[in-house]
């Protein structure tokens, strides 16, 4: 049974173009993460919610939001998509935030921008 | 500053050999090691995680040895199968909650 479902599978947009991203979890789990990861390299964590609390990474620009509207589900929005915003986007979700909490992750969005 | 160093970046290894994958930290805040496997077009999945007071872990062809004065911890896949192909990332975690911080990734290729 699919635990963290994202949608759509494959995104394309035109370069400057508002898109969303969907994540929705069947696990109840109290976090939600989104990560941005770029060709041959490693996840790079953007912001987490731990139930409707929303945290940001330092680094991670304004042009990236999120919106977690109940337990389940998870947006992210990139306002205005740049040639270097294409990449995968990976939701994840783990019971709580203490360490040990295993982080489960869906299948990823591909996001192209033309 | 990356916080946690993977290598080798890329590893081809025959069918029924054993694959190494080391990593290397800096923070000695971290204290919970996993390991990730991800294939292409999926997310990452957790494929095994040590904890700092133990030296080594094994759940079947996968192992784990940690060394913590060094710093460093390793997976080893043996006996390793072309289904094992796949990018392998270490990752660290400590107090300040539950944030991964990932290595690089291996991708590792077994051929048959």
């Known amino acids: 049974d699919a635990m963290v479902i994202q949608n759509p599978r494959y995104q394309v947009t035109q370069f400057g173009k508002p898109v969303t991203l969907s994540c929705s979890q069947t696990?109840?789990?109290?976090?939600m993460y989104w990560y941005q990861q770029k060709s041959s390299q490693a996840p790079k964590l953007l912001f987490h919610?731990?139930?409707?609390?929303?945290?940001n990474e330092a680094d991670t620009p304004d042009n990236f939001q999120s919106r977690r509207p109940n337990t389940s589900f998870c947006f992210l929005d990139i306002r205005s998509p740049g040639l270097g915003d294409a990449a995968m986007y990976l939701c994840?979700?783990?019971?709580?935030?203490?360490?040990?909490?295993?982080?489960?992750f869906g299948p990823g969005t591909r996001l192209t921008v033309l | 500053q990356q916080q946690v160093k993977q290598s080798p970046q890329s590893l081809i290894v025959q069918k029924g050999g054993i694959s190494i994958i080391n990593c290397a930290y800096e923070?000695?805040?971290?204290?919970?090691f996993p390991w990730y496997q991800q294939f292409p077009g999926k997310g990452p999945a957790l494929l095994i995680a040590?904890?700092?007071?133990?030296s080594e872990k094994k759940e079947g062809r996968f192992t784990i040895s940690f060394n913590k004065s060094a710093k460093q911890f390793s997976l080893h896949i043996m006996d390793s199968q072309p289904g094992d192909s796949a990018t392998y990332f270490c990752?660290?975690?400590?107090?300040?909650?539950?944030?991964?911080?990932f290595g690089g990734g291996t991708r590792l290729m077994v051929k048959p």
């Open positions: 994840a979700t783990s019971r709580e935030l203490a360490t040990y909490n295993e982080q489960f």
């Open positions: 696990l109840n789990h109290n976090v």
């Open positions: 919610y731990y139930d409707k609390d929303f945290n």
């Open positions: 923070n000695t805040a971290f204290d919970y």
């Open positions: 040590i904890r700092p007071d133990v």
């Open positions: 990752a660290a975690t400590g107090n300040a909650g539950n944030m991964l911080t």
